[in-house]
C-alpha cells in the first residue's frame, strides 16, 4: 500500500516545484560552501604541516653582532641544529626589492616547486614575485652585475607569506620577492647573516632552551640584534589566522543557510499537511498505519535533502581544488595532492538529511496528532485567530492595511522565516563591505595620519650618535610576561617627532614625552592608562615593568613608544644610541649597514594588492546573498499566492483589478523585508567584530568596525530590488488564478 501513496510524491512536487526548487537550492549552496571551506582547510592544513616537516622548518631566527664559529660545539651542546644563512636585499629598481638568501641545507631548505635544482649561476625565485613580474624559468636577472639563470620556483618554510618586514600586514609580490643561490655564489656578493636554529623535538623545554641559547651568547659578548620565534613569525601566522577565518566561514555560514532551509521545508510541509487533511483522515480509514504515512510524507524533503546534498557536496568538492591554488598563490608553499577525506564528503551528504529529516518529522507527527474523523473534517485548528491579531483591534484600520497585516499574523512561522532569511542575506551583502571599509579606515588611520614618513631604514648594527640625515629611532621585540607567543615592540622615538602622529579616542594629540601604548595592544592585554606592562626582552630574555601613560587611537601594530633617551637607558643601550631612521626622502645609505628598507609606497601597494581579491571576495558574497535573498523572498511570496487563491479569485469577481490585487498580496511582506534588512546591519557589525577580534588575537593589528552609510544605503537598495524582482516573477501566478478558484473546495 504504501508504494501506492508514494507514486503521488513527483506530482506533488511538481505542483509546488517553486518551494521545492527554492529549498533544493538553498541545501545545494550550504553543502557546496561546508564542503569547499572544510576541504580548503584540511588540505591548507596538510600542505602547511607536511612542508614544515619535510624542509625542516626553523624554531626561531636570530642575528648577532658577530659571526658565530663555533656552531658545531653549539649544535651538540643544545642538542639542536644551527645554521648560518646570508641575506641582501637587492634593489631591482626604486620601488622593487628581491630579497636574497644563500641556500641551506639543514634548516629552511627550499623547496621546489618547478624547475631543477640549483647549480653555479643560477637563482630561485618565489612564484608569486615571478608571476606578478612576468619572469619564467630560463630566463636571466642580473643582480650587481652577475647574470644568473632562473632555474625555477621554490618555497621557504620561513617565508610562507613573503612579507618585506614583520610588521607589514600585506605582501605586494610586484614590489618584493624573495629568492634563493648557492653559499658559493652568495660568497661574491656583501650581505647579512642570520642564525636559523631547529631543536630537537624531545628536548623537553623548547622556550628553556632558548632562554639557555641566549644567555650563553650574552655570555660570549655577543650581542643579539633580533630574535624570532616561528610562532611568533607572521611570514607563518598569517596564514594560520587565515585558516582560522576558514574555520569558522566553514561552520556558521553553511548551518545558518541551512537552518532557514530547516524552516522553509517546514511550513511548506506544514501547509501541504494542511491542505491534505482529508486525505490522510481517507488514508487512516483505508488502514494506512500513522507510521506509513510519517514514511510517506517524509519522502518529500528527504528526496531533496538527498539530492541537493550530493549535488551540492560534488560542486563543493568541485572547487576545493582550485580554492587551493587560490590560497597558494598567496602563501608560498608546494602542492601536494588534494585530499578528499571521506569525512567531510560523508558529513556534507548526512547534515541536510539528518537535519531536514528530524525537523520534517516534528511537524509531521504535530500534523498526525488529530483523530480520522477530526482529520477527514478538515477541522484541525481551521479558521483559528491567533492571540496577537484577536487583540489588535484590525477593524479600525483599512482594508487594505488590515488585509496586509493578517496575512502576516495568519503565518508567524512562514513571516518569521522570511525574517530570518532576509537577515542573513543582509548579512551576508554587508560582510564584505563592512569588511572593505574597516580596512579603508585602517589605511587612513596608519598612512595619512599616524605615520608620516615615506622611507624606513633598519641597520644591520647598533649606531651612535646625531645621524646626518633623517630622523633616529630604536626598536626592540618584546613578549608578554604571562603569555610569550604575544609579541609588541617597543619603539624609543623623538618626543618632537615629525614622522609619528598618536592621538587619543578623542582626536587630540598625545605628548610624546610619556609612554603610549597602541589600541591593538590596550584592547588584548585589558590595559588601561596607568597600568603596568610586564615583558620580556627577547634578545636577552630580561624581565622589564613599564608604566602605560596613554593609548593612542592607531590600530596598526602592537607598539609601546616611548622618548628614544628613555628608550637606551631602560634597555641598556648607550645614550645617543639607535637602530634605525624614518625619512621622508630616500638617503644615500651603503647597502652593507642595512638590515631592510621598507617604504611607504610598498606598504600601500600591498594594500591594494590585497583590496583586489577582497573586491572579487565582495562581488561573490553579494552574488550568494541575492541568490539567497530571492529564493526566500519568491519562496514566501509563493506561499502567500497559493494561500490566497481563494481570496483572489474572489477579489477578480468583486471587480479588483490587478494592479490592486498586487498591491494586496504581494506588497503585503514590504515591512517584513525591511526589518530584516534593520536586524542584518547590526547583526553583521557584532558577527564581523567578533571574527575580527578572533582571528587577529595572534596578529599585530586591529580593525576599526566602521560604518559607511554609503554602503549600508546600497545593501539596502539590493535587497530591495531582490525583493521587486521576486513580485515581477510572481505576478504571473497571480495572472493564472481564474475567477472559479474562489469556488473550489474550502481546503484548497
Known sequence: MVMVINKKVKRTMLENRSQYLGSFLLIVLSCLLFTMFNLLSYNMSHISSSFEKNYNQEDANFMVNKKIDNVSALETKFNMNMEETKTLDYPVSAQKTLRIFSENIKIDIPAIIKGNNLKGGDILIDPAYAKANKLNIGNHMNIYGKSFKISGFMSLPNYIYPLKSETDIVNNPNNFGIAVISKNDFRKLKGSSFYAVKFNKSSSNLNSKMSDLKKYLKNSHAIILNWTNIDENPRVTYMDAKLSSINKMSSSTPMAILLITCMLIGIVLWRMLKKESTIIGTLYALGYTKL?????????PLSIAAAGGIIGTALGALASKPMVSLMLDYFNMPMNSMNFTAKYITASILLPIVFLG???????????????VQLMRNSCGKNEVNFMEANLKLDRLKFPTK??????????????FLLLGVTLATMFLLFGFTAKSSMDYLMKNSFNEAFKYNYTYIFNSIQNGKPESGEAFCEIPLSLKSNSKMSLTAYGINPDSRYISLKNKSGNSLDKNRIIITKPLADKLGLKPNGTLHVIN?????????????IAESYLGQYVYMPIEEFN????????????????????IPENKLLTTVTTDDVKGAVDSMIQPLQISIGTISV???????????????????ENKKNIGIMRILGYRKKEIYSLVLNSSSLIVITGYTLGVPLIHMFLSSLLNSVTKDMTIFFPMTVNYFYILLGFVIIYFTYELSKVLSKRKVNGISMTDSLKSESE
Open 292 to 300: 506509513e504515512i510519517t514514511g510517506h510524507y517524509l519522502l518529500y
Open 358 to 372: 528530524i525537523c520534517s518529522y516534528f511537524v509531521i507527527r504535530n500534523s498526525l496528532k488529530y483523530s480520522p
Open 403 to 416: 488585509f496586509k497585516i493578517r496575512e502576516q499574523l495568519r503565518n508567524i512561522p512562514r513571516s518569521v
Open 538 to 550: 627577547k634578545l636577552d630574555s630580561k624581565e622589564y615593568s613599564i608604566k602605560i601613560d596613554e
Open 569 to 588: 637607558q631602560m634597555f641598556g643601550y648607550q645614550p645617543k644610541s639607535y637602530m634605525g631612521l624614518w625619512s621622508s626622502n630616500k638617503l644615500q
Open 624 to 642: 550568494i546573498s541575492f541568490i539567497i535573498g530571492l529564493i526566500v523572498i519568491y519562496v514566501v511570496t509563493s506561499l502567500i499566492i497559493e
